[in-house]
């Protein structure tokens, strides 16, 4: 009994922790957002992409020297690893390509449905049970994605369907971080990062523009912000599970519309506001029915890998 009750509480810590992580991985990541959409008004997103890599590196230079060099080199399911880079990648692309055409806050909801679509990756993709309650919220999740949307020929921009292609891609890679729990922080986001600047440098073929002092050392702070986040959020989600973080991420809506009126003077319409709601209802819903019917087990949280 007393050994349950130690390793409910150290379960119970780690999870927490990794709460805490993901709370700061958002803040970061609201950072980066705003940076980026001041950035991407000067610069194409392969630029984007290209240097803010360079910034990464910075930081993961030191901890991927300490990693043995078939875990860089011959990652555990190397499959999966190829596809969380391509939606990690896509992901940012897509989000600065959003924000080049829409307010910060207005792409950000769009993101804000992310716990709707993990919750359904996680029942086919890591066996997390969803129930038909939860189900019915997804159901309600996704109608106010369409309130944001309104689908039709004359008002669905190019611009939103890259921030609903951003979301499902940022949801998907928080899932497979989930699945490639076994692999290292610095391996997961030092692959991410190799196929940001691998894409921002094909890209910057046609769109390069040499930036002055103030640019190319901003552009690179925006990598060492993103680099930071994805480090947190990896780290995050291997101290708890998907699932229980994923609502997490409203706190980005919230940082969204601050950042867009003191930086751009965005404020949201009526539109985005009622979609937002229904959207973060559902997903409040869907976290609520998680605590609900299940425990965290033991067995889904990670001891940090050093």
């Not at 390509?97 to 993709?125: E, K, Q």
Request: proline share 5%; with cysteine.
């Amino acid at each position: 009994m007393a050994s349950g009750a130690v390793s409910a509480s150290r379960t119970a810590g780690l999870v927490t922790a990794g709460i805490l992580l993901m709370l700061l991985a958002d803040f970061l990541f609201a950072l980066n957002d705003a940076m980026g959409k001041w950035l991407v008004a000067s610069f194409s997103v392969g630029q984007l992409l290209l240097v803010r890599s360079v910034g990464a590196f910075v930081v993961l230079s030191p901890m991927l020297a300490r990693q043995p060099a078939a875990a860089l080199l011959r990652p555990a399911q190397p499959g999966l690893q190829l596809l969380r880079v391509v939606l990690a990648t896509a992901d940012t692309a897509l989000f600065y390509a959003a924000v080049v055409y829409l307010p910060l806050a207005d792409v950000m909801t769009f993101y804000m449905a992310g716990p709707i679509w993990v919750a359904a990756m996680s029942h086919f993709c890591l066996g997390e049970r969803v129930g038909w309650r939860r189900w019915l919220a997804i159901g309600v999740g996704f109608v106010g994605v369409l309130v944001i949307l309104r689908p039709s020929s004359a008002s669905l921009s190019p611009a939103s369907l890259f921030a609903l292609l951003g979301s499902l891609s940022f949801s998907a890679a928080l899932v497979l971080n989930r699945v490639l729990r076994d692999t290292s922080d610095a391996v997961l986001v030092g692959w991410q990062t190799a196929g940001a600047f691998l894409t921002g440098a094909v890209w910057c073929l046609w769109t390069w523009r040499t930036p002055d002092a103030l640019g190319f050392g901003s552009l690179l702070l925006l990598g060492v912000v993103a680099c930071c986040g994805h480090l947190l959020i990896a780290r995050s989600l291997k101290l708890a599970p998907a699932s229980t973080l994923a609502p997490l991420q409203y706190t980005l809506l919230l940082w969204g519309v601050v950042f867009g009126y003191a930086f751009f003077g965005d404020v949201p319409g009526v539109r985005m506001l009622v979609g937002s709601a229904i959207i973060v209802v559902a997903g409040l819903f869907i976290f609520h029915r998680q605590a609900v019917v299940a425990e965290v087990p033991e067995e889904a949280v990670k001891v940090p890998l050093v």
